[in-house]
């Protein structure tokens, strides 16, 4: 009787892991044969916007951080050419702007804001591409200057846009 109930529970055990498939535990919905997917250099332009400003070293960072998103959320390898996904695009803006004023009109918060455009291509399922821009934002004292808060506020942004990006690209939210 004992052995009849662990055979069945182990047929039951995995009859639910295979049918499990091609889903993740982050949401992830990954098309079948996806096995790779390739991040290309984000080109730095934000210096070509009028109030945007040219953060040197961006373009690498943003690029290793949703590289390192993907990595850790799927289990897709990198490649370095012909990913069955590929991610492409531009960091559009990076701007400090003026949130909110003291009594003596000076800024008590200031807002940095960075917005990328995206284009992704599925090669394996062609109706999943896109284009599209997603933006983010860190606020700050204004006593306080951008340099001092700076690597924070990359890591915030960072993680919301290579998060959002996911969500469009392989969660469909």
Not at 3 to 20: A, E, G, N, V
Not at 25 to 31: D, E, L, Q, V
Not at 111 to 132: A, G, P, Y
Not at 143 to 153: M, N, P, R, T
Request: proline share 2%; aromatic share 12%; glycine share 4%.
């Amino acid at each position: 009787m004992i052995l009849s109930f662990k055979r069945f529970f182990h047929l039951l055990l995995i009859l639910s892991l295979s049918s499990c498939g091609n889903y993740s535990f982050t949401g992830a919905s990954i098309p079948e044969g996806t096995e790779t997917f390739q991040v290309n250099l984000f080109e730095n332009n934000s210096g070509n916007n009028v109030g945007s400003i040219f953060e040197p070293g961006l373009d690498r960072d943003f690029t290793i951080a949703l590289q390192n998103i993907l990595e850790n959320q799927t289990n897709l390898q990198l490649v370095q050419s012909n990913g069955d996904l590929l991610y492409e695009g531009e960091i559009i803006e990076y701007r400090v702007s003026p949130m909110t004023a003291t009594s003596n009109l000076n800024a008590a918060q200031n807002r940095l804001s960075i917005s990328v455009n995206v284009n992704f291509t599925n090669f394996l399922k062609e109706d999943d591409n896109f284009q599209r821009r997603f933006s983010f934002y860190f606020d700050y004292p204004a006593e306080q200057q951008l340099i001092s808060v700076k690597s924070e506020a990359h890591e915030i942004i960072f993680e919301r846009l290579t998060q959002d990006i996911f969500n469009a690209s392989l969660a469909k939210w």
